[in-house]
């Protein structure tokens, strides 16, 4: 068992998902709901992002053989797509969508705050880089990742009240610093696959 792999999977997958830094977010679209449907609407968003990255963990494989795409390609690609969303998480918040017609669920919650390009393309890296068995651990060990951010954001209320606004911003910072680094080495594991260059 690849238990550094696993434990990567479900930390990539956990930053990504930004718990913390979403929280805002999704209490401002769901503001003018009343408390049990704000809470239906989390929940029906972290099932719907849980479901698309099981879909996209199953499916990615499959698309990037059907479109020639190599995962040396998909490393770099998507090591500058997350980088990008790693330095947005040190500097400043995630742009508030505006507020739609009460369906918000699917978008933009789960998709793409939870569920988003740079989670979709971790979880086909990691789903490459398993092999045998390891597979199934990985897969889950995403879901993990993605139930645990979507339980604290279920507790968003709760927590806004207790740790406040400045301590979640700090908590999203510091996990944008953790996606930078993860990015970085994304894209340096592919260059160096892809220009053959031995570590």
């Known amino acids: 068992m690849n ?9 990539a997958i956990f930053v990504m998902a930004d718990p913390f830094g979403n929280i805002p977010v999704f209490l401002s679209l769901t503001a003018y709901l009343p408390e049990n449907e704000r809470r239906s609407a989390m929940i029906r968003a ?3 992002a849980t479901a698309i990255l099981a879909l996209f963990a199953v499916s990615g494989p499959l698309i990037l053989r059907y479109l020639v795409i190599s ?3 998909l490393r770099i690609a998507g090591g500058l797509l997350t980088l990008i969303v790693g330095v947005r998480m040190v500097y400043g918040p995630i742009d508030q969508a505006p507020e739609g017609d009460g369906n918000v669920a699917l978008t933009p919650m789960a998709t ?3 569920a988003g390009p740079g989670a979709l393309t971790l979880i086909a890296v990691f789903m490459n880089d398993a092999a045998g068995l390891d ?4 897969f889950l060990s995403a879901l993990g990742g993605m139930a645990s951010a979507c ?3 279920l507790l968003g209320s709760l927590l806004a009240r207790f740790m406040g606004q400045n301590v979640m911003a700090l908590l999203s910072r510091l996990m944008g610093i953790l996606i930078c680094g ?3 080495e994304m894209i340096l594991v592919g260059l160096r696959v892809g220009l053959g260059i031995n570590p």
């Open 3 to 11: 238990t550094e792999l696993i434990l990567s999977t479900f930390v």
């Open 46 to 48: 972290s099932v719907l």
């Open 71 to 73: 995962l040396e390609a």
């Open 112 to 114: 793409p705050l939870l």
């Open 135 to 138: 597979k199934a651990w990985v």
């Open 151 to 153: 339980s604290i954001i």
């Open 182 to 184: 993860i990015s970085i």
